[in-house]
Protein backbone atom coordinates (compact mmCIF):
# COMPACT_ATOMS: atom_id res chain seq x y z
CA UNK A 1 0.00 0.00 0.00
CA UNK A 2 1.40 3.30 -1.20
CA UNK A 3 2.15 5.51 2.34
CA UNK A 4 -0.18 8.10 3.43
CA UNK A 5 2.64 10.89 2.83
CA UNK A 6 3.56 9.29 -0.66
CA UNK A 7 -0.24 9.89 -1.83
CA UNK A 8 0.06 13.34 -0.15
CA UNK A 9 3.07 14.00 -2.42
CA UNK A 10 1.43 12.71 -5.49
CA UNK A 11 -1.87 14.54 -5.46
CA UNK A 12 -0.36 17.88 -3.68
CA UNK A 13 2.01 17.81 -6.31
CA UNK A 14 4.76 18.81 -3.53
CA UNK A 15 7.56 16.90 -2.60
CA UNK A 16 8.37 15.64 1.09
CA UNK A 17 11.37 18.06 0.89
CA UNK A 18 9.18 21.25 -0.17
CA UNK A 19 6.64 20.46 2.28
CA UNK A 20 9.24 20.09 5.61
CA UNK A 21 10.64 23.42 4.13
CA UNK A 22 8.82 24.97 6.59
CA UNK A 23 11.54 23.38 9.39
CA UNK A 24 14.45 24.70 7.56
CA UNK A 25 13.46 28.54 9.29
CA UNK A 26 11.52 29.31 12.43
CA UNK A 27 8.58 31.10 10.80
CA UNK A 28 7.22 31.86 13.89
CA UNK A 29 10.05 33.88 15.39
CA UNK A 30 9.78 35.52 11.78
CA UNK A 31 6.06 36.04 11.75
CA UNK A 32 4.99 36.55 15.65
CA UNK A 33 2.10 35.09 17.20
CA UNK A 34 -0.64 37.97 15.98
CA UNK A 35 0.19 37.27 12.19
CA UNK A 36 -0.48 33.81 12.87
CA UNK A 37 -3.70 34.57 14.58
CA UNK A 38 -4.55 37.40 11.59
CA UNK A 39 -3.78 34.41 9.16
CA UNK A 40 -6.25 32.10 10.44
CA UNK A 41 -9.36 34.87 11.67
CA UNK A 42 -8.75 36.01 7.60
CA UNK A 43 -9.20 31.91 6.74
CA UNK A 44 -12.18 31.30 8.53
CA UNK A 45 -13.63 34.25 7.78
CA UNK A 46 -13.45 33.47 4.53
CA UNK A 47 -14.30 29.77 5.06
CA UNK A 48 -17.80 30.85 6.77
CA UNK A 49 -18.75 33.39 4.41
CA UNK A 50 -17.96 31.00 1.69
CA UNK A 51 -20.48 31.21 -1.17
CA UNK A 52 -19.93 27.49 -2.18
CA UNK A 53 -22.53 25.88 0.17
CA UNK A 54 -21.27 22.70 0.16
CA UNK A 55 -17.64 23.84 1.71
CA UNK A 56 -19.03 26.25 4.00
CA UNK A 57 -21.54 23.73 5.32
CA UNK A 58 -18.67 21.57 6.37
CA UNK A 59 -17.61 23.78 9.49
CA UNK A 60 -21.38 24.18 10.26
CA UNK A 61 -20.80 22.79 13.41
CA UNK A 62 -17.45 23.92 14.76
CA UNK A 63 -17.95 27.61 16.39
CA UNK A 64 -15.90 29.81 14.07
CA UNK A 65 -13.45 31.47 17.10
CA UNK A 66 -12.64 27.51 17.80
CA UNK A 67 -11.86 26.62 14.24
CA UNK A 68 -9.72 30.05 14.63
CA UNK A 69 -7.63 29.20 17.87
CA UNK A 70 -7.09 25.23 17.12
CA UNK A 71 -5.65 26.70 13.54
CA UNK A 72 -3.49 29.41 14.65
CA UNK A 73 -2.09 26.90 17.87
CA UNK A 74 -1.19 23.88 15.48
CA UNK A 75 0.56 26.29 13.31
CA UNK A 76 2.44 28.48 16.24
CA UNK A 77 3.11 25.27 17.64
CA UNK A 78 4.40 23.19 14.22
CA UNK A 79 6.59 26.64 13.18
CA UNK A 80 8.56 27.00 15.79
CA UNK A 81 6.61 28.41 18.26
CA UNK A 82 5.36 27.52 21.89
CA UNK A 83 3.34 24.11 22.00
CA UNK A 84 0.13 26.06 22.48
CA UNK A 85 -1.94 23.23 20.98
CA UNK A 86 -0.84 20.22 23.17
CA UNK A 87 -1.14 22.27 25.96
CA UNK A 88 -4.82 22.55 25.58
CA UNK A 89 -5.48 19.77 23.32
CA UNK A 90 -2.87 17.30 23.41
CA UNK A 91 -1.09 15.76 20.34
CA UNK A 92 -2.52 16.98 16.82
CA UNK A 93 -3.17 13.71 15.39
CA UNK A 94 -4.05 15.61 12.37
CA UNK A 95 -5.84 12.74 10.31
CA UNK A 96 -7.81 11.44 13.51
CA UNK A 97 -9.21 15.07 14.21
CA UNK A 98 -10.44 15.44 10.76
CA UNK A 99 -12.02 12.45 11.14
CA UNK A 100 -15.96 14.10 11.55
CA UNK A 101 -15.31 15.92 8.20
CA UNK A 102 -15.36 14.81 4.63
CA UNK A 103 -11.61 15.74 3.24
CA UNK A 104 -12.30 15.48 -0.44
CA UNK A 105 -9.54 15.89 -3.08
CA UNK A 106 -12.30 19.16 -4.17
CA UNK A 107 -12.50 20.20 -0.22
CA UNK A 108 -8.65 20.32 0.10
CA UNK A 109 -8.23 22.24 -3.29
CA UNK A 110 -11.15 24.76 -2.12
CA UNK A 111 -9.42 24.62 1.69
CA UNK A 112 -6.52 25.74 -0.15
CA UNK A 113 -7.79 28.22 -2.52
CA UNK A 114 -8.99 30.39 0.92
CA UNK A 115 -5.54 29.95 2.32
CA UNK A 116 -3.63 31.34 -0.66
CA UNK A 117 -6.16 34.07 -0.70
CA UNK A 118 -5.78 34.48 3.73
CA UNK A 119 -1.52 34.58 3.27
CA UNK A 120 -2.15 37.52 -0.05
CA UNK A 121 -4.39 39.61 2.90
CA UNK A 122 -2.47 39.45 5.60
CA UNK A 123 0.42 42.30 5.93
CA UNK A 124 3.73 41.03 7.40
CA UNK A 125 3.74 37.75 5.61
CA UNK A 126 7.12 37.59 3.51
CA UNK A 127 6.93 35.79 0.07
CA UNK A 128 9.63 33.37 0.95
CA UNK A 129 7.26 32.71 4.26
CA UNK A 130 4.47 31.94 1.81
CA UNK A 131 5.95 30.04 -0.55
CA UNK A 132 6.71 27.38 2.29
CA UNK A 133 3.88 27.84 3.91
CA UNK A 134 1.66 27.20 0.84
CA UNK A 135 3.88 23.99 0.13
CA UNK A 136 3.42 22.38 4.02
CA UNK A 137 -0.44 23.31 3.33
CA UNK A 138 -0.81 21.97 0.42
CA UNK A 139 0.78 18.56 1.39
CA UNK A 140 -0.88 18.29 4.56
CA UNK A 141 -3.91 19.05 2.94
CA UNK A 142 -3.55 15.77 0.82
CA UNK A 143 -1.89 14.36 3.58
CA UNK A 144 -5.79 14.55 5.14
CA UNK A 145 -7.53 13.33 1.99
CA UNK A 146 -5.20 10.11 1.89
CA UNK A 147 -6.40 9.38 5.98
CA UNK A 148 -9.61 10.34 4.95
CA UNK A 149 -9.68 7.36 2.88
CA UNK A 150 -8.75 5.14 5.94
CA UNK A 151 -11.72 5.56 7.01
CA UNK A 152 -13.28 3.03 4.36
CA UNK A 153 -10.45 0.48 5.29
CA UNK A 154 -10.24 -1.35 8.04
CA UNK A 155 -13.91 -2.09 9.13
CA UNK A 156 -15.34 -4.98 10.54
CA UNK A 157 -19.12 -4.61 9.93
CA UNK A 158 -21.44 -7.07 11.00
CA UNK A 159 -24.31 -7.47 9.93
CA UNK A 160 -27.45 -8.95 10.99
CA UNK A 161 -28.69 -11.38 8.22
CA UNK A 162 -26.38 -12.34 4.85
CA UNK A 163 -23.04 -11.29 4.43
CA UNK A 164 -20.81 -8.35 3.95
CA UNK A 165 -19.60 -7.30 0.92
CA UNK A 166 -16.77 -5.52 2.50
CA UNK A 167 -13.75 -7.46 3.82
CA UNK A 168 -11.89 -6.62 7.05
CA UNK A 169 -8.02 -5.71 6.68
CA UNK B 1 -18.57 12.94 23.10
CA UNK B 2 -15.65 13.11 25.43
CA UNK B 3 -12.39 14.27 24.02
CA UNK B 4 -9.52 11.74 22.83
CA UNK B 5 -7.25 14.16 25.29
CA UNK B 6 -10.19 13.94 28.19
CA UNK B 7 -10.31 10.22 27.99
CA UNK B 8 -6.29 10.29 27.49
CA UNK B 9 -6.11 11.50 31.15
CA UNK B 10 -9.18 9.75 32.43
CA UNK B 11 -7.86 6.48 31.70
CA UNK B 12 -3.69 7.03 32.27
CA UNK B 13 -4.47 9.02 35.41
CA UNK B 14 -2.13 11.57 33.95
CA UNK B 15 -3.20 15.00 33.79
CA UNK B 16 -3.06 16.96 30.33
CA UNK B 17 -0.34 19.37 32.10
CA UNK B 18 1.68 16.82 33.29
CA UNK B 19 1.82 14.79 30.19
CA UNK B 20 3.17 17.55 28.22
CA UNK B 21 5.70 19.16 30.87
CA UNK B 22 8.11 17.29 28.49
CA UNK B 23 7.58 21.15 26.59
CA UNK B 24 8.98 23.32 29.67
CA UNK B 25 12.60 21.42 29.17
CA UNK B 26 14.59 20.36 26.46
CA UNK B 27 15.09 16.46 26.66
CA UNK B 28 17.08 16.11 23.09
CA UNK B 29 19.80 18.89 24.30
CA UNK B 30 19.59 16.77 27.63
CA UNK B 31 19.87 13.67 26.54
CA UNK B 32 21.24 13.88 23.02
CA UNK B 33 20.38 11.45 20.53
CA UNK B 34 22.48 8.28 20.83
CA UNK B 35 20.41 8.26 24.51
CA UNK B 36 17.42 8.43 22.60
CA UNK B 37 18.16 5.63 19.74
CA UNK B 38 19.38 3.36 22.72
CA UNK B 39 16.41 3.72 24.74
CA UNK B 40 14.25 2.73 21.25
CA UNK B 41 16.74 -0.12 20.86
CA UNK B 42 16.34 -1.49 23.97
CA UNK B 43 12.23 -1.17 24.44
CA UNK B 44 11.78 -2.80 21.15
CA UNK B 45 14.28 -5.56 21.84
CA UNK B 46 12.00 -6.13 25.29
CA UNK B 47 9.31 -6.09 22.86
CA UNK B 48 10.27 -8.46 20.53
CA UNK B 49 11.52 -10.73 23.03
CA UNK B 50 8.47 -10.52 24.84
CA UNK B 51 7.14 -13.77 26.20
CA UNK B 52 3.25 -12.97 26.28
CA UNK B 53 2.23 -13.53 22.78
CA UNK B 54 -0.41 -12.00 22.30
CA UNK B 55 1.31 -8.79 22.84
CA UNK B 56 4.81 -9.86 20.31
CA UNK B 57 2.44 -10.54 17.41
CA UNK B 58 1.07 -7.21 17.31
CA UNK B 59 4.38 -6.30 15.75
CA UNK B 60 5.05 -9.35 13.79
CA UNK B 61 4.51 -7.37 10.42
CA UNK B 62 6.80 -4.58 11.36
CA UNK B 63 10.75 -5.00 10.98
CA UNK B 64 12.54 -4.19 14.08
CA UNK B 65 14.85 -2.09 12.93
CA UNK B 66 12.06 0.14 11.04
CA UNK B 67 10.10 0.46 14.54
CA UNK B 68 13.46 1.38 16.54
CA UNK B 69 13.77 4.23 14.04
CA UNK B 70 10.34 5.20 13.85
CA UNK B 71 10.14 5.55 17.73
CA UNK B 72 13.61 7.38 18.31
CA UNK B 73 12.69 9.72 15.46
CA UNK B 74 9.67 10.83 16.46
CA UNK B 75 11.12 11.21 20.10
CA UNK B 76 13.57 13.09 19.35
CA UNK B 77 11.57 15.23 17.05
CA UNK B 78 8.67 15.60 20.03
CA UNK B 79 11.35 16.60 22.65
CA UNK B 80 13.02 19.58 21.39
CA UNK B 81 15.38 17.91 18.41
CA UNK B 82 15.49 18.05 14.95
CA UNK B 83 12.45 17.14 12.73
CA UNK B 84 13.58 13.92 11.69
CA UNK B 85 10.51 11.92 11.63
CA UNK B 86 8.72 14.51 8.99
CA UNK B 87 11.70 15.10 7.08
CA UNK B 88 11.01 10.90 6.04
CA UNK B 89 7.87 10.19 6.92
CA UNK B 90 5.93 13.65 7.56
CA UNK B 91 2.95 13.87 10.37
CA UNK B 92 3.46 11.46 13.22
CA UNK B 93 -0.54 11.56 12.87
CA UNK B 94 0.15 9.20 15.73
CA UNK B 95 -4.04 7.96 15.67
CA UNK B 96 -3.67 6.88 12.32
CA UNK B 97 -0.45 5.52 12.11
CA UNK B 98 -1.62 2.73 14.97
CA UNK B 99 -4.36 2.01 12.76
CA UNK B 100 -3.00 -1.53 12.04
CA UNK B 101 -2.23 -1.97 15.35
CA UNK B 102 -4.86 -3.22 18.41
CA UNK B 103 -4.21 -0.73 20.93
CA UNK B 104 -6.33 -1.94 23.77
CA UNK B 105 -5.85 -0.91 27.14
CA UNK B 106 -4.27 -4.07 28.22
CA UNK B 107 -1.49 -3.70 25.26
CA UNK B 108 -1.19 -0.14 26.22
CA UNK B 109 -0.14 -1.13 29.88
CA UNK B 110 2.16 -4.20 28.64
CA UNK B 111 3.84 -1.43 25.75
CA UNK B 112 4.52 1.19 29.81
CA UNK B 113 5.60 -1.85 31.04
CA UNK B 114 8.10 -2.65 28.44
CA UNK B 115 9.33 1.54 28.31
CA UNK B 116 9.74 1.22 32.00
CA UNK B 117 11.87 -1.27 32.03
CA UNK B 118 13.93 0.32 28.79
CA UNK B 119 14.04 3.92 30.77
CA UNK B 120 15.63 2.37 33.75
CA UNK B 121 18.07 0.27 31.51
CA UNK B 122 19.16 2.77 29.78
CA UNK B 123 22.81 4.85 30.91
CA UNK B 124 22.22 8.81 30.89
CA UNK B 125 18.91 9.14 31.80
CA UNK B 126 17.85 11.42 34.98
CA UNK B 127 15.15 10.52 37.22
CA UNK B 128 13.40 13.87 35.70
CA UNK B 129 13.92 13.47 32.70
CA UNK B 130 12.85 9.57 33.59
CA UNK B 131 9.01 10.96 35.17
CA UNK B 132 8.36 13.77 32.33
CA UNK B 133 8.86 10.59 29.38
CA UNK B 134 6.80 8.03 31.48
CA UNK B 135 3.75 11.18 32.19
CA UNK B 136 4.24 11.73 28.56
CA UNK B 137 3.83 8.00 27.44
CA UNK B 138 1.19 6.87 29.93
CA UNK B 139 -0.67 9.99 28.30
CA UNK B 140 -0.26 9.03 24.53
CA UNK B 141 -0.44 5.25 24.95
CA UNK B 142 -4.05 5.83 26.19
CA UNK B 143 -4.87 8.96 23.86
CA UNK B 144 -4.37 5.93 21.09
CA UNK B 145 -6.46 3.47 23.12
CA UNK B 146 -8.97 6.71 22.56
CA UNK B 147 -7.97 6.71 19.20
CA UNK B 148 -8.34 2.91 18.72
CA UNK B 149 -12.34 3.02 19.55
CA UNK B 150 -12.65 5.44 16.89
CA UNK B 151 -12.04 2.76 14.17
CA UNK B 152 -15.47 1.07 15.39
CA UNK B 153 -17.19 4.16 14.98
CA UNK B 154 -18.03 6.14 11.60
CA UNK B 155 -18.49 3.17 9.35
CA UNK B 156 -20.46 2.99 6.60
CA UNK B 157 -21.01 -1.32 6.14
CA UNK B 158 -22.35 -2.12 2.64
CA UNK B 159 -24.07 -6.15 2.94
CA UNK B 160 -25.25 -8.13 0.43
CA UNK B 161 -27.97 -9.07 2.06
CA UNK B 162 -30.04 -8.08 4.99
CA UNK B 163 -29.28 -4.89 7.26
CA UNK B 164 -26.64 -4.20 8.85
CA UNK B 165 -26.37 -3.94 12.32
CA UNK B 166 -24.13 -0.65 12.96
CA UNK B 167 -25.09 2.53 12.25
CA UNK B 168 -23.36 5.30 10.20
CA UNK B 169 -22.44 8.30 12.02
Redo the contacts between chains.
Sequence with gaps: MQ???AK?SEWSGVK??D??AI?DTNLFQKLGLQTFINLSTNFYTRVYDDEEEWFRSIFANSKKEDAIQNQYEFFVQRMGG??LY????????????H??FPVTHRAAERWLHHMQQALDGTTDIDADSKVRMMNFFR??AF?LVA?DE???Q?????????????TS?
Design positions: SLQAQDAFDPPSQRRGHPALIARRPHTFGLKSNQQPQCKHGTSSQV
